[in-house]
Nanobody, 124 residues
Framework: VQLQASGGGLVQAGDSLRLSCAAA????????VGWFRQAPGKEREFVSA????????NVADSVRGRFTISRDSAKNTVYLQMNYLKPEDTAVYYC??????????????????WGQGTQVTVSS
């Protein structure tokens, strides 16, 4: 599965962005998909994940109420809608997936396929 993350950019605090994660090569409709982010000088951290059906969604406390994950199986794409962005949301955002994720959606080593990352910069 090849993942392509897009939608990042430079915005001001309070603005919104929608990130997309498109799969190519193989569908990822049978896999849970997660979003992670890595800020400068920090470790990569979990942001959100969605089950293959879309019925189960997991969200990090730091973005709860502001970020929403969704998926469109027909388009083989997962989205991350980010509202009320803060400067501390500045990071490279990665999508990831794989057959071994299951309930271990916070564990990066469970994800076999990663996108290249898209930069989100939020100015104050």
């Amino acid at each position: 599965v090849q993942l392509q993350a897009s939608g990042g950019g430079l915005v001001q605090a309070g603005d919104s962005l929608r990130l997309s994660c498109a799969a190519a090569g193989r569908t990822f409709t049978n896999y849970r998909v997660g979003w992670f982010r890595q800020a400068p000088g920090k470790e990569r951290e979990f942001v959100s994940a969605i089950s293959r059906s879309g019925g189960e969604i997991n969200v990090a406390d730091s973005v709860r109420g502001r970020f929403t994950i969704s998926r469109d199986s027909a388009k083989n794409t997962v989205y991350l809608q980010m509202n009320y962005l803060k400067p501390e949301d500045t990071a490279v955002y990665y999508c990831a997936t794989g057959p071994r994720v299951g309930n271990f959606y916070r564990s990066q080593n469970r994800y076999d396929y990663w996108g290249q990352g898209t930069q989100v910069t939020v100015s104050s």
